[in-house]
């Protein structure tokens, strides 16, 4: 990294980190709102069945508490006649009602069957104490065999929410199958993945209340996602609903689709209550009924020539997407396009599946899809270097794609190809593995192993997405002073304003401390899209800086004119004063909207062509401890080289890069989500663990920076890659340690010490 | 039943008419209104509620409002010396040890207290921090940022930097 010469590139404190050590930051439940009262929902106890009605207790006293149920609300009304539109939490499909009516059907533990309201939450939990749902069960599609089965059609005729199929270099199946059958020998294995759940540390949390327009604020990635759903909710215009997001505890995904519920609850309540009303969700509540990352079934075979070269990759992918579609078709999209991995082949077959079950929607959560299929193809690769007895990074190196090269949808990769940048990075800090086999800090026998992984993911929307989406954001110089770069982009923790304001300022000449970024609120900044996708630097970053330039040559033109001297501050100031050019609030704005690189061609009916403007590319390097005693598994180094393109804040960059790492790690050996009959059995903080300070070692942490030329300053994507990769490392090392192969996660003790029993 | 609890916030005594069977940590949100002390889960697991009781580090959801009467509590909002910042708190702005920063508060806490004890020194002053602060989770930072921030605070804090 060269010396920066602006505010680009440097590690400036994030703007928002005094008030977050000081406790000063306000999150949703921080907020003073007068005369709110609490919310709390009453959810089913079965996977499937009907919701015959609610009993309520007789001896409670229900003289200060509001129940609602969907029948007691005027849908299709609309807001403008004091009722609703429809019953349902509008995202791509709309299958899933925000309130199960009476009579309805239930798709899934946890689902919600009536609201309550009360001045206070003690007094609105023990008005859920006194409800009894009255429910029927039926039979549950409880696993993805299941769902396959279509003995219990939960979606469609076959409970397959979306399906996707990938062809390279061949037209039908038969043709696949004669480049299969030309393979020396075929690699093959089933990979399972597990639930994970985002653990942000901030519960869901919203508030609602009506002054003119219906309000709501709250902890959330989309603010004009819930906008959008609250519309068709409401049955309203967009100038009838406000959307703000409020200081946000993490995210992770686990706030892009669940908040649109949660709003809709806040709504319908604040509606029933006639008074501000909020909703935060316990922590058990929160992991029993809120998205998780999509267990996955993937099957993957490997056709290999005499010489190790991979002549054909055939990869059948099957994602749990639980009760209702929500994002699942996105996120399998995700999943299919990097399950061949970043690795030359000819003849690709991929075939996607999303299936329905009974469990809780499963949704959203860093790296989208990609973690499962990377998790399947990197412990492939690895399988195939041991089977022709080339070292792991070695055969990694030999079959990378590099500049030139196309991908499984064909997209010929021209630039910003991190691979041979990456590949180096790992194998001049890699070092001798550690010694096979000796005590750890406890005295206990210990047998060690090494694992890599190398992996690619997209950044931004895929195909054409971005294009769709039409993305727009601001930059306004205001009549006091400040410069504002409005966007809908939330800072959920991953450093969104700061970088913001870095980006801005440097275009403008301006010390970063000179640029504000409000909140956002869908009344005051534009639909920058959501903040989701690895896409907030690459994509909202450049609208920024395209809006920032074009602000500065407006002011320097007309200062020119006028013969103003002076930075762009005082510039700006004079042309307010002389009131040129000046929009509805006495402002100078600039707003600029999404235009695509030369040359994207997507085609969504073939799934061919160009899925993302530009891949991020990454490799770990994991050294793992088993203690032979317990199985107990230590994680004694983890070396994490990422390509970023830019890196435009490097520390806020590390921390990306560090966090997706843990939660990855985690995800490998710690993070079980487990069910039974469709009911998280473990949902609580203390037994649906993630890692502490304690759990992972010191990380080396390595930026690479190979830039995308349409970035900002070459900046594309960094959120979500850090997550795709290190637990196929993981289970690489493991493998590598106890000569066992590991094909799912989370890898527990347990896990292990029946594998090895088997080996014996 | 409420019955009026005594108690040292943050240097100041305060008197708050409070069932002492509430959690302390309903006590200073609502009734004291210090919003900066967390609750993330509500059982002991997280550390966001993370306190000091007469100087040590508690869960402030697991300790009832009777147990801190006639006691010291400090909060996240006691931490700085009006505008001037805790090491802890200086360091976890410098070194990016603050992301979302739910869990920020629990931790500066926490960290504050074994800082000021003198701890997370030496040769291994990171592997002090991570035994220190196990009980606090943070979800974002992969938690090698706050170990930077703990260590160069206890440094500062040797050097008689506030």
Known sequence: ?760 | MTAPLTITVNGQPRTVAASPWRRLLDVLREDLGLTGTKEGCGEGECGACTVLLDGAPVCSCLVVAGQADGRAVTTVEGLADGPLLHAVQRELVARGGAQCGICTPGIAVCAAAVVDAGACKGGDARAQVRELLAGNICRCTGYQLIVDAIVAAAADVERGQP
């Open chain 1, 1 to 760: 990294m060269s010396a920066p010469s602006g505010p680009v590139g440097r590690s400036l404190p994030r703007v928002d980190g005094v008030a977050k050590v000081t406790g000063a930051a306000r999150y949703l439940d921080d907020l003073p709102l007068a005369g709110v009262h609490h919310g709390v929902t009453v959810r089913s106890t079965i996977a499937h069945g009907t919701f015959d009605g609610l009993d309520l207790d007789p001896a409670f006293d229900w003289s200060q508490v509001v129940v609602v149920t969907a029948d007691r609300l005027a849908w299709g009304a609309g807001l403008a006649a004091g009722g609703f539109g429809e019953n349902y939490v509008a995202m791509i499909d709309r299958d899933q009602p925000a309130l199960v009516p009476p009579g309805g059907r239930i798709k899934h533990v946890a689902e919600p069957l009536a609201l309550i309201a009360a001045p206070t939450k003690a007094l609105a939990l023990a008005a859920r104490a006194a409800c009894t749902p009255r429910q029927t069960a039926r039979p549950a599609v409880l696993t993805i065999d299941d769902a396959l089965r279509a003995d219990v059609v939960l979606y469609g005729d076959d409970n397959v929410f979306k399906q996707f199929l990938i062809r390279k270099g061949h037209a039908d199946d038969d043709e696949f199958d004669l480049a299969m059958v030309a393979a020396a020998q075929i690699i093959e294995g089933t990979y399972h993945t597990g639930a994970q759940e985002q653990m942000y540390i901030e519960p869901q949390a919203m508030a609602a209340w009506k002054d003119g327009a219906v309000h709501v604020a709250g902890s959330m990635q989309c603010p004009y996602y819930v906008h959008k759903a609250l519309k068709v909710l409401l049955g309203c215009g967009a100038d009838d609903v406000v959307v703000a997001q409020t200081v946000t505890g993490g995210g992770f995904g686990g706030k892009e689709e669940y908040p649109s519920m949660l709003a809709a609850h806040c709504v319908m309540l604040t509606s029933a209550v006639g008074a501000p009303v909020k909703m935060v969700y316990e922590r058990d509540e929160d992991i029993a009924a809120t998205t998780k990352r999509h267990p996955a079934r993937v099957r993957h075979r490997l056709g290999l020539d005499a010489d190790g070269a991979i002549v054909a990759i055939d990869v059948d992918v099957v994602f749990d997407g639980g009760a209702y579609l929500t994002l699942s078709p996105v996120v399998l999209s995700r999943g299919v396009l990097h399950a061949a991995g970043p690795y030359r082949a000819p003849v690709v077959r991929v075939r996607g599946r999303a299936v329905a079950t009974n469990h809780p929607p499963h949704g959203a959560f860093r790296g989208f899809g990609a973690p499962q299929t990377t998790f399947a193809y990197e412990r492939q690769i690895d399988k195939a270097a041991r089977a022709l007895g080339v070292a792991p990074w070695a055969y990694r190196t030999r079959h990378a794609l590099r500049p030139g090269d196309t991908t499984a949808t064909g997209q010929r990769l021209e630039h910003s190809v991190g691979t041979d940048d990456i590949l180096a990075a790992i194998a001049k800090v890699a070092g001798p593995p550690p010694a096979r086999t000796g005590e750890n800090a406890h005295g206990a026998p210990v047998v060690r192993g090494r694992g890599y992984a190398f992996y690619f993911h997209g950044a931004g929307f895929t195909g054409s997405g971005e294009q769709r989406l039409a993305g727009k954001a601001s930059v306004v110089a205001r009549p006091d002073g400040t410069v504002a770069v409005l966007a809908s982009s939330t800072d959920m923790g991953q450093g969104a304003i700061t970088i913001f304001a870095q980006i801005a300022a440097d275009a403008l000449g301006l010390p970063p401390s000179a640029i504000v970024v409000p909140d956002p609120a869908t009344d005051v900044v534009p639909d920058s899209g959501p903040t989701v996708a690895s896409r907030t630097a690459m994509v909202v970053g450049g609208l920024v800086e395209r809006a920032a330039t074009a602000l500065k040559a407006r002011v320097e033109a007309w200062a020119a004119g006028a013969g103003v001297a002076g930075d762009f501050t005082a510039r700006a100031a004079a042309m307010i004063a002389a009131g040129a050019g000046l929009d509805a609030h006495g402002a100078l704005a600039e707003t600029v909207q999404y235009e695509p690189p030369p040359g994207i061609h997507w085609d969504d009916a073939t799934y061919t062509g160009q899925a993302y403007p530009c891949f991020g590319w990454a490799g770990c390097l994991v050294d793992v401890e088993v203690d032979r005693d317990t199985h107990q598994v230590a994680i004694t180094r983890c070396v994490h080289a990422v390509d970023v393109g830019k890196a435009i804040n490097p520390v806020i960059v590390a921390g990306q890069i560090e966090g997706g790492t843990v939660q990855a790690l985690g995800w490998a050996v710690l993070e079980s989500v487990r069910y039974k009959d469709g009911k998280v059995t473990n949902a609580s903080m203390t037994n649906c663990i993630v890692p502490t300070f304690g759990d992972v070692p010191d990380l080396e942490t390595i930026i690479v920076e190979c830039p995308y030329p349409f970035g900002p300053h070459g900046a594309k994507g960094v959120g979500e890659i850090p997550m795709d990769g290190p637990a196929a490392a993981v289970a690489n090392a493991l493998e590598d340690a106890l000569g066992v192969a590991f094909d799912h996660v989370p890898i527990l003790p347990e896990d292990i010490a029946r594998a090895l029993a088997g080996a014996s």
